[in-house]
């Protein structure tokens, strides 16, 4: 059985919870599986590959690490919260 996520590929969201909070970005993936998801340029992750006829020497390639679903929020319903509290600026992206 797979489980429910609030967000959909494409959204764009805001995390709200741990090391890159405040940091925005578009759903690359959902992992439903996993209860995560890919944001993008949120949580760079360092990827060794091997050689390859693309990488002839190898390459250190940095792509995005999984998020849990619960620590992101959809962007506009972040922003509505902002502005009845008061107007809080937006996070820095």
Known sequence: MTN????KKGEEVVVIAGSQKGKRGKI???LTD???V???GVRMIKRHT???QQHPQGAIVEREGSVHASNVVKAETFDARA???GGA???AA
Request: charged share 45%.
């Open 4 to 7: 429910r996520v609030h967000i």
């Open 28 to 30: 690359i993936a959902v």
């Open 34 to 36: 996993k209860n995560r």
């Open 38 to 40: 890919i944001v993008e």
């Open 50 to 52: 091997r050689k390859s």
């Open 83 to 85: 502005n009845k509290r």
């Open 89 to 91: 600026e937006k996070p």
